[in-house]
């Protein structure tokens, strides 16, 4: 599993903002590769929780039981998440996106980036840190290998036009 960056603490007592959108066929909601979809299939996981671009199908709940900053009304979230208490039912075997939020898999005009998105509430209060610095250099390293290049070429529904994302340096896709 790849070496995450957000402390859990930081997300459950400072933010539990993910998992949650404002809208049901959100950019922002996880997209599957294609492995991760099989696996689900295998453990009985009902198709109906995918959607037709492979990503996971939202469900619509009520505002009041969660904390979305800025937005009134319905707000969707991710089948997998326990509203209760912010956490994810499928924490360890959660998706690869999931697993590398707040960093995101970028298109912009003819090119690839990974980016950060700076509405995430730790990247907001770290992004000029030293533990930042070295965190995009360990997911530098990370992709810029054979194997996640071709992962990602396999996988094209991760690379999506987050038009907010700050871009932090080119994978060569
Ligand atoms: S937006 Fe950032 S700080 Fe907030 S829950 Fe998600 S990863 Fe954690
Ligand atoms: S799979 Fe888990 S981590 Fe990913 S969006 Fe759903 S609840 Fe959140």
Not at 49 to 57: A, Q, T, Y
Request: proline content about 6%; glycine content about 2%; some cysteine.
């Amino acid at each position: 599993m790849i070496k995450q960056l957000v402390p859990g603490e930081f997300c459950l007592n400072e933010c539990r903002c993910c998992c949650k959108f404002s809208q049901e066929k959100s950019i922002w909601s996880p997209a599957l590769l294609n492995e991760e979809i099989e696996g689900l299939l295998k453990n009985n996981i009902p198709p109906s929780i995918l959607s037709e671009n492979k990503k996971i199908r939202l469900i619509a709940f009520p505002q009041k039981s969660c904390d979305l900053p800025s937005h009134v009304g319905t707000i969707f979230i991710c089948p997998f998440l326990n509203p209760k208490d912010s956490k994810c039912k499928i924490y360890t075997l959660r998706p690869f996106e999931c697993q590398i939020y707040p960093f995101l898999i970028n298109r912009r005009k003819e090119k690839i980036f990974l980016a950060v998105d700076l509405g995430c509430a730790f990247i907001k209060k770290n992004l000029d840190s030293q533990e930042f610095k070295e965190y995009v250099r360990y997911l530098e390293e990370f992709f810029n290998n054979t194997t996640e290049i071709a992962r990602l070429k396999n996988n094209p529904q991760l690379i999506q036009a987050y038009d907010e994302a700050s871009d932090l340096l080119e994978l060569k896709v």
